[in-house]
């Protein structure tokens, strides 16, 4: 698949430049996103698990939820969607190394930086618990140290869409070291299976060293469940021992016995940054037993479910921080041991032999886009079982239609095993939000959370949004359209700037109506000028500007007329009289 997805171009949008990981489940690639021009990361969906109905049907659901998640510490998730055959996640391009690589280079982690690593990763994993999502593949490949030292938990929602039994190896055996015990045996997990593998997380960073390991899936699963993993300061003794208990607590066997919540492990792992007591309770009870208990059953989807744990209650079992004394041994121990250890074996593998020849494999037929009552008859006429229906969004097959099967077409199981139906309510509905203010970042989230797809159309000029947020939007606010439609939205560019007419010389009414034809606001102030009066003898603004934009007109008042000096008559007795009197005055002087 790589060769052919770099320089591919995905829904006309984000061009692939180069791979930069492969999982068990997809291929990642660094990207160009032509339409908001930044780099962004592409998950691609392996072909084997995009060809699988019920895991895509599962994988649109999960990236939904992964999308709203809203953290410091978990990677955006920006889109997602399908070109022909290809199912993809945009998120956020990440630059760093992943905490795998940086164990694998130190060997260990500084105990302070991997308390403050879990504390982060705690937070993460208390915003998505609240949110009814859980992760299911906590480790170290999916912890991105960033450049400033903090963290982005990856792939959240994604383990699930993918959640695959431990008859997978392929995508099993890198995931089976962090599995809680309870997911191990396939039971219904809590929040509390994502703080266990936290617990190998931090086991791994102080240590260098996984608590459980061995040749295959099943091997160290089953220690999952039935070891006690050494002190993590058998193998580093500069470990603290309150971090010790913190960690030991957080990998309890029993779901009960641990942190009750992420943001109770957060609490103390800040605790023991600051120096704070931290009380972590009796982590002393873990049960030491060898390999036994009820015969692992193995499902109909011939997952292995591996047996349950001693029973916590058992205050027989010896933990390894207890300071009781050793009792005296006994030779028969070691050797009773031994032979319920082999005991056990010989049961899984008779199981596992009894049920792999129980009953004649047959091919489960195809049957999806087939009305609900056709597929039922085509399956009991091939021998199986029907059992639920559940009703499931699907654009592409018709309401009342089978959309895929469990087990899934074309697979083998047992005649008289059930096989439930994935039905299709048709396409799901949506009410396409008010986008208006909105940063184009923002825009894209908000439609992705609802299943719908962003598009940025051409910019437009607004007098009421600032520059670069979203003005308009081609489907009104309220429309109810089918989710995974576009919806064009149209940035502003601001108010829009037009040529300022030039009204110099012109009359001041007829300039002021020009103005503001032109979408401008007038202001005008007089002057004596020689100029005709009521003339335009300047404006404060020409060129262009935007529109709205005030501009004063400065208006003549006409030259400014000069007092004109009264004349003298000879005849007026007042200018005699002074004329005498000045002359009298001369005269008195001579």
Known sequence: MAGNMVGRVLNDRYKITERVGLGGMAEVYRAQDNVLGRIVAVKVMLPQYA????????????????????SPYIVSIYDWGLDDDTYYI???????????TAIKERGSINQRKAAEIGSQVAQALSVAHASNIIHRDIKPQNIMIQPDGNIKVMDFGIARAGDAGLSQTSTVLGTA???????????ELTPASDIYSLGIVLYEAVTGRLPFDGTDAVSVAVKQ???IPAPPSSINPNIDPTLESIILKAMEKDPARRFQSASEMRHALNDWLAGRPVNVGDVSNMQTQVMGG???VIDGGSTAVLPATADPSNKTAKGFHSNEPEPKKSKRGPIIAGIIAVLAIIAIAAGVFAMSNQGEMTTVPDVTNQPVETARKMLEDAGFVVGTETQVYNADIQAGNVVSTNPTANSQARKGSTVNLNVSRGTEQVTVPDLKNQTSDEAMRTLSNLGLTG????????DEVEKDRV?????AAGTTVNKGDTIVIHLSQGPEEVNVPNVQGMDFESARDRLENAGFTVSLQWVDNSAATNTVIRQSVTGTAEKGTNITLTISNGPKEEPTPEPTDPEDPTDQEGSGSDQNQSDGTN
């Open 51 to 70: 060809a699988d109905p019920t895991f895509t049907q599962r994988f649109r659901q999960e990236a939904a939820s992964a999308a709203k998640l809203q």
């Open 90 to 100: 945009v998120m956020e391009f990440l630059r760093g190394t992943d905490l795998k």
């Open 177 to 187: 070291h962090y599995v809680s015990p309870e997911q191990a045996q396939g039971k």
């Open 225 to 227: 469940v039935n070891e």
């Open 294 to 296: 009820p015969v692992p």
């Open 455 to 462: 598009q940025i159309g051409d910019p437009v000029y607004s």
């Open 471 to 475: 003005a308009s939007q081609d489907t």
